[in-house]
């Protein structure tokens, strides 16, 4: 899959905002600084796209990006902010389930997770609520990088047992050096020609 253009449409953050067109939708989520918005950007070789951030909880918002003119990247917000109130994250939390289910533009949601840490409680959940909606899912193993070959399959191996599913299952990926990258391109593709693109 190539991917020639990529263009921001807009930001939501009230659910009767969310776009209802019928291209297809890729969606990508995980906790705040997992790697969301520089797995976006290195997806469609943009440095800025998406913004990216070192300060946790800055997205709050569901992000649209309209790729090759065709079907949206959509970044959801981060879950578990430490700096919100309880306020906020009850209606992030609403708009991220509005967003997911019902939304049959929806092609395979991207769960993130950080390969230097085991899945948090808002990860199990995300993915419970997959399962129960029967939302198409990749787990994506992020900043790969920032350990050994060895620590990632250790790594791998031990996300897929705390999870319960298959390791072939996990695509490590690496966004500082595109580690991964073009078996996600791959996938995507599989996903639209499946859809019937
Ligand atoms: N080394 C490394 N750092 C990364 C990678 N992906 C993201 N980061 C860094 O992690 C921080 C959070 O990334 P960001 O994309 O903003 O996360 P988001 O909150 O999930 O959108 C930033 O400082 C990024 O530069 C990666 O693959 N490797
Ligand atoms: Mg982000």
Wanted: charged letters at 25%; hydrophobic letters at 40%; a positive charge.
């Amino acid at each position: 899959m190539k991917i020639t253009s990529a263009k921001y449409t807009t930001s939501v953050v009230r659910e009767e905002d969310l776009i209802q067109d019928k291209r297809f939708q890729f969606a990508f989520v995980g906790r705040s600084n997992v790697g969301k918005s520089s797995f976006i950007n290195k997806l469609v070789n943009q440095k800025r796209l998406a913004k990216t951030s070192s300060t946790p909880g800055l997205t709050k918002m569901v992000n649209y990006f309209l790729i090759n003119d065709d079907f949206y990247f959509v970044d959801l917000p981060g879950y578990g902010f430490a700096k919100t109130d309880n306020k906020n994250k009850q209606v992030w939390g609403r708009v991220i389930e509005k967003y997911l289910y019902p939304n049959e533009s929806l092609l395979t949601v991207f769960v993130l997770l950080d390969v230097r840490h085991i899945p948090s409680e808002q990860d199990k959940k995300m993915i419970d609520f997959l399962l129960f909606y029967n939302i198409p899912f990749k787990i994506i193993v992020t900043k790969v990088d920032k350990v050994s070959k060895n620590k990632m399959l250790a790594s791998v191996s031990e996300i897929a047992k705390f999870l319960k599913i298959r390791k072939e299952s996990i695509t490590p990926v690496s966004s500082e050096n595109g580690y991964g990258i073009d078996s996600v391109l791959a996938v995507i593709e599989g996903q639209l020609q499946m859809a019937g693109k």
